[in-house]
T-cell receptor, first 113, second 109 residues
Framework: NAGVTQTPKFRVLKTGQSMTLLCAQD?????MYWYRQDPGMGLRLIHY???????AKGEVPDGYNVSRLKKQNFLLGLESAAPSQTSVYFC????????????FGQGTRLTVV | AQRVTQPEKLLSVFKGAPVELKCNYS??????LFWYVQYSRQRLQLLLR??SRESIKGFTADLNKGETSFHLKKPFAQEEDSAMYYC???????????FGTGTRLQVFP
């Protein structure tokens, strides 16, 4: 079982460039999340999805867009990268919301120069 | 507003000492609370959830609604417990899983 897989694992971008992070899960989970992890700030929710075709804003959505066209995939896009978006990004999925475990990907380390 | 607070960024103890990682929350309603752990070079994973009232790897956590706390405890720390620990709250109102800022536990031999 692959679980939750994030692509790519590492990336360096120049300011203003765009990119898409892919999250794929093979557990038929309904809920998917994108977090960013920064020193001293813990995990902050960027966007999330409660099912195919639905997305919602989290705590820090500015500068990011997401899409959930297929149930198993949750894409995080940066249209114009900024140095403030340098972070480690984690994707997670869960079967439902009530009392279920969230499974995390291995993380994507993004550096914007 | 829903919020999870972990006041300690770093907690250092010696092997065999008791450990308590603090977590306080603010939430209107009955919360669902979790502890997640991230060992070095591993992905974040669930340690325990309050609704299960379980003990995992010797860790326990009791929900105290009066003090709005969900502290993680272990009577005798082991070196392999060294990791980053996150307290998390499940918000039914907003469908969000909210994390605290995390506490790094260092257990010295």
């Amino acid at each position: 079982n692959a679980g939750v897989t994030q692509t790519p694992k590492f990336r360096v971008l120049k300011t203003g460039q765009s990119m898409t992070l892919l999250c794929a899960q093979d557990m038929n989970h309904e809920y998917m999340y994108w977090y960013r992890q920064d020193p001293g700030m813990g995990l902050r929710l960027i966007h999330y999805s409660v099912g195919e075709g639905t997305t919602a804003k989290g705590e820090v959505p500015d500068g990011y867009n997401v899409s959930r066209l297929k149930k198993q995939n949750f894409l995080l896009g940066l249209e114009s990268a900024a140095p403030s978006q340098t972070s480690v990004y984690f994707c997670a999925s869960s079967k439902g919301l009530w009392d279920t475990e969230a499974f995390f990907g291995q993380g994507t380390r993004l550096t914007v120069v | 507003a829903q919020r999870v607070t972990q006041p300690e960024k770093l907690l250092s103890v010696f092997k065999g000492a008791p450990v308590e990682l603090k977590c306080n929350y603010s939430y209107s309603g009955s919360p669902e609370l979790f502890w997640y752990v991230q060992y070095s070079r591993q992905r974040l994973q669930l340690l325990l959830r309050h609704i299960s009232r379980e003990s995992i790897k010797g860790f326990t956590a009791d929900l105290n609604k009066g003090e709005t706390s969900f502290h993680l405890k272990k009577p005798f720390a082991q070196e392999e417990d060294s990791a980053m620990y996150y307290c998390a709250l499940l918000s039914y109102n907003t469908d969000k899983l909210i994390f605290g800022t995390g506490t790094r536990l260092q257990v010295f031999p």
